[in-house]
């Protein structure tokens, strides 16, 4: 059985950077099979795809549009978690974040971190 | 603007069937093959329904059903039961190698 278990503050300071880690229990974050994703929710924005990382031989990211200037993804194999980073953050980046799996040859998320709510505030 | 929208809400009595449509309004879902379907009760992380237009996961309920017609997908739920009342999102890959959400349905048995 797979589990995501996130971790993180919950406050962060209006232009600096947002930090969440999500550890992932059976499963690698360095299979072949998979990537790892984070997705964020605020009510503003409904449920907002991130971006993801995954390895196939090497490793790949890509990254949502919206804050593609912003956003870092890493796989931590020796701690099997990978995180998150978000830059410059203002309280528009205020939302509930969630880390999520999907299979190889699959678009459906079937594994979800069980979110960390952040708030953007002085 | 979502490139996919659904209903703001349904409703339903027990024992009824209810649908929860999505249609894709922009062209970069693609052939739109790739939708699925989430269920989220307060509080909790988005749980996984259908995926694929119409594929069940294991151990999710038969009562749960998906279809797919030209731009517009479709959730189905019979028998509602009270555990039913949840909201409802669909997604979709995009052929930026992205993924989009609808902006939700929240169905309540009436």
């Known amino acids: 059985q797979v589990q995501l278990q996130q971790s993180g503050p919950g406050l962060v300071k209006p232009s600096q950077t947002l930090s969440l880690t999500c550890a992932i229990s059976g499963d690698s974050v360095s299979s072949n099979s998979v990537s790892w994703n984070w997705i964020r929710q605020s009510p503003s924005r409904g449920l907002e795809w991130l971006g993801r990382?995954?390895?196939?031989?090497?490793?790949?990211?890509n990254y949502a549009v919206s804050v593609k200037s912003r956003i870092t993804i890493n796989p931590d194999t020796s701690k099997n978690q990978f995180s998150l980073q978000l830059n410059s953050v203002t309280p528009e980046d205020t939302a509930v974040y969630y880390c999520a799996r999907i299979r190889v040859g699959k678009f459906d998320f079937d594994y979800w971190g069980q979110g960390t709510p952040v708030t953007v505030s002085s | 603007q979502s490139a996919l929208t659904q209903p703001a809400s349904v409703s339903g009595s027990p024992g009824q069937s209810i649908s929860i449509s999505c249609t894709a309004t922009?062209?970069?879902?693609?052939?739109?093959?790739?939708v699925s379907w989430y269920q989220q009760h307060p509080g909790k992380a988005p749980k996984l329904m259908i995926y694929?237009?119409?594929n069940r996961p294991s151990g999710v309920s038969n009562r749960f059903s998906g279809s797919k017609s030209g731009n517009t997908a479709s959730l189905t739920i019979s028998g509602l039961q009270a555990e039913d009342e949840a909201d409802y999102f669909c997604?979709?890959?995009?052929?930026?190698?992205?993924?989009?959400f609808g902006g939700g349905t929240k169905l309540t048995v009436l």
């Open positions: 997604s979709s890959y995009t052929t930026s190698s992205t993924w989009v």
């Open positions: 990382t995954y390895y196939r031989s090497k490793w790949y990211n």
């Open positions: 922009s062209s970069d879902v693609g052939d739109y093959n790739s």
């Open positions: 694929d237009v119409s």
